[in-house]
């Protein structure tokens, strides 16, 4: 157990991406960086986990947020969370979740740790009165999930489960297509994520299957699993199937799968995730079929027919220099303080318990070959 202190320093679619997050009752101050919302206190924020996520995804966002106080950051690795407090001028560093949320005095966490201490640090933090974002899984299963859903309901606070890719400005257009009906009805919604690890010696936590839950498809698929059923409104699954092509390691993990989901209302969602993509780069992306259009992102592309002629009509506002990435986990952050602030309604964690349920069906149909019911 230890302690730092850091040294001192500190067409088609008619809207601008701002306008579309705003228009979910998000605010756009923090997401850009611009003005304040004229609070009188900010949020004190402690971080659990100094990982990637951490490191690439939240600190550069908070970083920019002016609602947000980050005082301290959490890791057992004490070197890593005191390298990351210099760096971004965190006050504090710690090696123990308890002695952050002792001497802190926090009003929410963040926690970005491997999978199975999820459910037991959300419970803690909950306990303690604090508002909690957490990466995805909210937990290792979807009993886990229900029981942080009942913990919230009584302690009445906020829990947000990472989805950054719901606020990306590509995504949010697409959205709001669906949602205003012009592109029909949903018939089909196809997502994939491949990623080459390859040179890597290990995936540390990522490929034990008692630390992790899962591999390619837990890992990479419960993200675009999110987006896809965001997407179409979170209709209820119905059946789902899936192949894991290779058994993976030792450890019990799958390098990679498909699978397909039918939800309620006829709608397919197929998925297809790898951590040993051959090819330039990483792959990501979403393609839906609808009854009067079809759109995609990564690039994004938004088709509809006019009189026998099919046009994009995707507007320039929904591209940016910046990375989709950045954008998104910038507007989460804002929709969570918004949430905090009684501005918004945070998504509500049955989505992520639907979500898990499926999941589980998936690992169960690989082993099993067969389909299963929901």
Known sequence: MGR????PGRTGLRHHPDELLSGHGIATDLLTGRGSWAMAERLRLGIVGAGAITQVGHLPALKRAKEIEVVGICD??????????????????HSDIAELVDYEQLDALLICTPNHLHESHILAALARKLHVLVERPVAMTSAGAQKILKAQAKHDRVVMVGANHRYRPDVQMIRSFVESG????????????????????SLGWRQRRDQAGGGAMLDLGLGILDLSMWLAGFPRPTRVSAVFPEKGTTKGVEPSG????ALEGGLAVHLDTSWRFVGPGERYGVALRASRGSARIAPLAIWKDFHGVTRDVATAGAHSRESPFAIGVRAQWAHF??????????????????????MEGMYESAESGRDVVL
């Open 4 to 7: 730092h202190r850091a040294g």
């Open 76 to 93: 057992n690795d004490l070197a890593k969370a005191r390298a990351l407090a210099d760096r971004f001028n965190i006050p504090t560093a």
């Open 182 to 201: 012009e592109l029909g009805e949903l018939e089909s919604i196809r997502a994939w994520w491949f990623m080459s690890r390859a040179g890597q010696t």
């Open 258 to 261: 498909t699978a397909m989901v």
């Open 337 to 358: 303080v918004a949430a905090v602030r009684g501005d918004a309604k945070a998504p509500s964690l049955t989505e992520n318990v639907r979500a898990l349920t499926v």
